[in-house]
């Protein structure tokens, strides 16, 4: 593998230049920890399986339980978390004046007004958590007209690539959100069927949000907060990742590592066995509980990304977020309450959700996703759920 450098790049602000690393070709050998290429200990390639032949017991038992990272491909246009029925002939990539070929990119320039999103550059990962930075806010339409237009350098100088951990898809497009869909495997997510379906009133956990990179952008290795597990849906672009399991990294370093500080040593991250895989439009990323991750855009790219805490009854939940739950609440702190009622709803095998696909409730874990069911439907239930526990006697004595 080999680098191309750059010369030292303008300062954006008070920050310190940076020397700008730009893979000319990408291999599994990339340290994702630092700014270093080296050889892996040991490389794998992440399984790709059609959504046509994807059952929910496989995703269980293959993914779920064994603690490894699946690409879902072949996912129907309609059925897309990226709102793809709004996207084939989109009438927005025709407009007079429209210099983007990429109608994703102006469905979003039309539909989404609201909300501000951080210009994020690349930084030194040993001393930067991610290996970036933040160094000013826009308002998000206006992000994404420089991110159409190249026009980030002519605004803040040769930064280099630049990305963004957006806000949610409801924040930034509220007509879009009403599209978006959940992958039928994780539509027991906290967030959206949330405590009223079970009387355990604790709110918790993520809605979808837009992560979105110029070409060769990348994240260093790190592991998301909360540690729970994390899918993302590929609207256009295309991004290569680097995995490693939580178990695997356990299993190598032990129970006890401090892994945040293990992964700004540059040599880190290569030093574990490391799931190398390249996710395209269309397609679906799932990377289980705590899992160790880095990322590079091959393309400029645009994805919709959910942490997710999922107590679906249709099948095991992930042990390794029960684990992680539960040193979460021994190691105490002021998150440990909120972590002691969430361990205290996962570990509770009456406390599980149903599981929705397009079509509606799914009790048949040998079967493959009849499509995907919208957030907003997701949404709906559980406001006629919550309005349910409001007028329940058991409410009412507490």
Same mark, same amino acid.
């Given at each position: 593998?080999?680098?191309?450098?750059?010369?030292?790049?303008?300062?954006?602000?008070?920050?310190?230049?940076?020397?700008?690393?730009?893979?000319?070709?990408?291999?599994?050998?990339?340290?994702?920890?630092?700014?270093?290429?080296?050889?892996?200990?040991?490389?794998?390639?992440?399984?790709?399986?059609?959504?046509?032949?994807?059952?929910?017991?496989?995703?269980?038992?293959?993914?779920?339980?064994?603690?490894?990272?699946?690409?879902?491909?072949?996912?129907?246009?309609?059925?897309?978390?990226?709102?793809?029925?709004?996207?084939?002939?989109?009438?927005?990539?025709?407009?007079?004046?429209?210099?983007?070929?990429?109608?994703?990119?102006?469905?979003?320039?039309?539909?989404?007004?609201?909300?501000?999103?951080?210009?994020?550059?690349?930084?030194?990962?040993?001393?930067?958590?991610?290996?970036?930075?933040?160094?000013?806010?826009?308002?998000?339409?206006?992000?994404?007209?420089?991110?159409?237009?190249?026009?980030?350098?002519?605004?803040?100088?040769?930064?280099?690539?630049?990305?963004?951990?957006?806000?949610?898809?409801?924040?930034?497009?509220?007509?879009?959100?009403?599209?978006?869909?959940?992958?039928?495997?994780?539509?027991?997510?906290?967030?959206?069927?949330?405590?009223?379906?079970?009387?355990?009133?604790?709110?918790?956990?993520?809605?979808?949000?837009?992560?979105?990179?110029?070409?060769?952008?990348?994240?260093?290795?790190?592991?998301?907060?909360?540690?729970?597990?994390?899918?993302?849906?590929?609207?256009?672009?295309?991004?290569?990742?680097?995995?490693?399991?939580?178990?695997?990294?356990?299993?190598?370093?032990?129970?006890?590592?401090? /892994?945040? @500080?293990?992964?700004? %040593? =540059?040599?880190?991250?290569?030093?574990?066995?490391?799931? #190398? &895989?390249? *996710?395209?439009?269309?397609?679906?990323?799932?990377?289980?509980?705590?899992?160790?991750?880095?990322?590079?855009?091959?393309?400029?790219?645009?994805?919709?990304?959910?942490?997710?805490?999922?107590?679906?009854?249709?099948?095991?939940?992930?042990?390794?977020?029960?684990?992680?739950?539960?040193?979460?609440?021994?190691?105490?702190?002021?998150?440990?309450?909120?972590?002691?009622? /969430?361990? @205290?709803?996962?570990? %509770? =095998?009456?406390?599980?959700?149903?599981?929705?696909?397009? #079509? &509606?409730? *799914?009790?048949?874990?040998?079967?493959?996703?009849?499509?995907?069911?919208?957030?907003?439907?997701?949404?709906?239930?559980?406001?006629?759920?919550?309005?349910?526990?409001?007028?329940?006697?058991?409410?009412?004595?507490?």
């Amino acid at each position: 593998s080999r680098l191309v450098t750059k010369p030292t790049a303008p300062g954006v602000g008070r920050l310190p230049p940076l020397e700008l690393m730009i893979p000319r070709w990408s291999h599994a050998s990339l340290l994702l920890s630092g700014w270093h290429f080296g050889e892996a200990a040991e490389i794998h390639v992440v399984e790709r399986v059609p959504y046509s032949e994807l059952t929910y017991s496989q995703f269980y038992r293959q993914f779920r339980q064994a603690d490894r990272p699946l690409v879902i491909t072949g996912v129907p246009p309609e059925h897309s978390p990226c709102f793809g029925k709004w996207i084939d002939g989109d009438p927005f990539a025709k407009r007079e004046g429209n210099r983007s070929g990429d109608p994703f990119i102006n469905l979003m320039l039309d539909k989404c007004r609201r909300g501000t999103a951080p210009v994020t550059r690349m930084h030194d990962g040993k001393l930067q958590r991610k290996g970036v930075q933040d160094v000013h806010r826009l308002p998000f339409r206006e992000w994404m007209q420089l991110f159409k237009d190249n026009g980030f350098e002519e605004r803040y100088g040769k930064i280099g690539p630049v990305g963004c951990l957006a806000g949610t898809l409801r924040q930034h497009c509220r007509w879009l959100f009403r599209h978006a869909r959940c992958p039928a495997y994780f539509s027991g997510h906290m967030q959206q069927l949330h405590s009223p379906l079970v009387g355990f009133p604790v709110r918790f956990g993520s809605e979808p949000a837009f992560y979105i990179s110029q070409k060769n952008f990348r994240m260093t290795s790190h592991i998301d907060n909360p540690k729970s597990e994390l899918w993302t849906a590929m609207c256009t672009g295309r991004k290569r990742y680097w995995i490693t399991p939580l178990s695997v990294a356990w299993e190598k370093l032990g129970r006890d590592a401090d /892994l945040p @500080r293990f992964l700004k %040593n =540059p040599d880190g991250h290569s030093s574990l066995p490391i799931w #190398e &895989g390249v *996710v395209s439009r269309g397609e679906i990323l799932y990377l289980p509980a705590g899992a160790i991750h880095g990322i590079w855009a091959e393309e400029d790219t645009v994805n919709v990304v959910l942490d997710s805490i999922d107590v679906g009854g249709l099948g095991p939940v992930s042990q390794r977020n029960a684990e992680l739950m539960e040193e979460a609440v021994m190691q105490g702190g002021g998150g440990a309450a909120l972590y002691k009622n /969430l361990y @205290r709803w996962f570990r %509770n =095998p009456q406390m599980r959700l149903q599981v929705f696909d397009g #079509e &509606g409730p *799914v009790r048949d874990p040998n079967a493959t996703a009849r499509g995907f069911p919208t957030f907003a439907s997701l949404n709906a239930r559980a406001r006629t759920a919550e309005a349910w526990w409001e007028r329940s006697p058991r409410r009412q004595n507490e």
